[in-house]
């Protein structure tokens, strides 16, 4: 058994064209899960107890499930939801076209958004709690504080984990295939079904998963450096 090159290279502008939709649902997906981490780890800092506890115990459930069940969870969730919002006049629903785009985002978001709630909260740690002393000695209220100490360091101190959740995120949404969610990897399953080439077909869209990743990798490291220079250890 040898691999069809022929095919692989005719094939890779077929499987590429899949990319946008993956990168779609990439952004969608990262949008949300920040806004979840946002207000998860903002709960999380503050100093209320009893929601605390609450949301630490939600962030755990979640990170407990595995993607796969959230996927197909929220996949078996979507009709009910609409259903229901056709019921008060919201949505006109259709059983011939179900949005699984948005339940593929609201499973890839939760799931990624609890992670990610960790790195608010340890970056936020990170930051020297002497500069909120001393923005407080200075008048500086806790909001001025909040703004223009602890967000711009600990938005740098995050860079680096952020840069690995969201290439995880966008390998992850390969899994969104599973309730008919078109992305780059369905895309390569059709192409090769005629001819029972996957092997090339899969072969074509690890070569543009590690191609996107790698750029993002390198993207994300030349950003850190630039606004990370604060960070840097100073030279004698």
């Given at each position: 058994?040898?691999?069809?090159?022929?095919?692989?290279?005719?094939?890779?502008?077929?499987?590429?064209?899949?990319?946008?939709?993956?990168?779609v649902l990439t952004f969608w997906?990262?949008?949300?899960?920040?806004?979840?981490?946002?207000?998860?780890?903002?709960?999380?800092?503050?100093?209320?107890?009893?929601?605390?506890?609450?949301?630490?115990?939600?962030?755990?459930?979640?990170?407990?499930?595995?993607?796969?069940?959230?996927?197909?969870?929220?996949?078996?969730?979507?009709?009910?939801?609409?259903?229901?919002?056709?019921?008060?006049?919201?949505?006109?629903?259709?059983?011939?076209?179900?949005?699984?785009?948005?339940?593929?985002?609201?499973?890839?978001?939760?799931?990624?958004?609890?992670?990610?709630?960790?790195?608010?909260?340890?970056?936020?740690?990170?930051?020297?709690?002497?500069?909120?002393?001393?923005?407080?000695?200075?008048?500086?209220?806790?909001?001025?504080?909040?703004?223009?100490?602890?967000?711009?360091?600990?938005?740098?101190?995050?860079?680096?984990s952020m840069t690995n959740y969201?290439?995880?995120?966008?390998?992850?949404?390969?899994?969104?295939?599973?309730?008919?969610?078109?992305?780059?990897?369905?895309?390569?399953?059709?192409?090769?079904?005629?001819?029972?080439?996957?092997?090339?077909?899969?072969?074509?869209?690890?070569?543009?998963?590690?191609?996107?990743?790698?750029?993002?990798?390198?993207?994300?490291?030349?950003?850190?450096?630039?606004?990370?220079?604060?960070?840097?250890?100073?030279?004698?």
């Amino acid at each position: 058994m040898e691999l069809d090159y022929d095919f692989m290279i005719s094939d890779f502008p077929t499987v590429l064209a899949g990319l946008p939709k993956t990168l779609v649902l990439t952004f969608w997906s990262m949008l949300w899960a920040l806004i979840i981490a946002i207000v998860f780890g903002s709960v999380i800092l503050s100093r209320v107890p009893v929601a605390k506890q609450i949301v630490v115990a939600l962030n755990t459930f979640i990170k407990g499930v595995p993607l796969t069940v959230q996927l197909l969870f929220c996949y078996y969730a979507v009709p009910f939801v609409c259903k229901w919002l056709d019921s008060i006049g919201v949505y006109d629903f259709n059983p011939r076209h179900i949005p699984y785009f948005p339940a593929a985002v609201v499973a890839i978001a939760c799931n990624f958004g609890a992670y990610i709630t960790d790195v608010v909260v340890s970056s936020v740690k990170a930051v020297d709690r002497g500069q909120t002393e001393s923005a407080a000695a200075v008048g500086m209220t806790p909001l001025q504080t909040v703004v223009r100490i602890i967000l711009p360091q600990a938005t740098v101190i995050s860079i680096p984990s952020m840069t690995n959740y969201f290439i995880w995120l966008l390998k992850g949404t390969s899994l969104a295939s599973i309730i008919n969610v078109a992305e780059m990897l369905i895309t390569a399953q059709i192409s090769a079904a005629d001819g029972y080439q996957y092997l090339e077909a899969y072969v074509d869209a690890a070569i543009i998963y590690w191609a996107v990743c790698a750029a993002i990798e390198f993207g994300c490291d030349k950003l850190y450096k630039r606004v990370g220079f604060f960070m840097q250890p100073s030279r004698a």
